[in-house]
Every structure is written in C-alpha cells, then in structure tokens.
C-alpha cells in the first residue's frame, strides 16, 4: 500500500506557474507508474498526465501539453507537475494517483491510489 500526499497548490495569475509536489509513503514507489488528474466544480475528473514507472515515457492530455511536465524523483519518493503559462481554464483540485505496473492510463478508475487533493486557482 503507498499513501500519497499532495502539495504546493495556490493561487496565481494567468501566465504564472506553480509547482505540485506528491509525496509517496513506503518503500515501493519505484514500483509504480504515477499520474495527475484534476477536478474542476461541477466537472468529472479529468486526465492530465502519466508517468511510466521507470520514469521514461509520458503522456500528457492536448490542454496541458507543451505547458506540464511531469517527472518523478524515485530516491525522493516524490512525483512532480510542473505547471506553466497557467491558465484561468486550469483551475482545479489536482490529485496525484499511482497504478501498480508499467505504466499508467487515461482512466481514473485503473489507478489504485489516491492523495487528497490540492487546490490550483489561475486567476484572469
């Protein structure tokens, strides 16, 4: 089992960026492909990015593209999103999810793992 445990949300202006940080309990975090979704009020949750679990391939969703990276710190126990030229379209809670395996998905419910959340507002 791994906890997960999100940080580093805020508020900022359109054009600024922020970074999220997930920390993961346990020994086996390196044994996990890792990803980030976000929810928006009123809207499903919504796939951003995935990470393989060796660290080597990742996905992301066409609204984040060019603008997120996602990467991961296996000694540090630790995933990361970088976020950049953020928009006022971007604003959610954003989760930090882990699947035992390869490689992620685009679908929330193949992930076995979830952090509470942490809120991103991009204001206009």
């Known amino acids: 089992q791994v906890q997960l445990v999100e940080s580093g949300g805020g508020w900022v202006q359109a054009g600024g960026s922020l970074r999220l940080s997930c920390a993961a309990s346990g020994r086996t975090f390196s044994t996990y492909a890792m990803g980030w979704f976000r929810q928006a009020p009123g809207k499903e949750r919504e796939f951003v990015a995935r990470?393989?679990?060796?660290?080597?391939?990742?996905y992301y969703a066409d609204s984040v593209k060019g603008r997120f990276t996602i990467s991961r710190d296996d000694a540090k126990n630790t995933l990361y999103l970088q976020m950049n030229s953020l928009r006022p379209e971007d604003t959610a809670a954003y989760y930090c999810t882990a699947r035992r395996g390869n490689s992620g998905t685009d679908r929330p419910d193949e992930y076995d793992y979830w952090g509470q959340g942490t809120q991103v507002t991009v204001s206009s």
């Open positions: 990470i393989s679990r060796s660290g080597g391939w990742t």
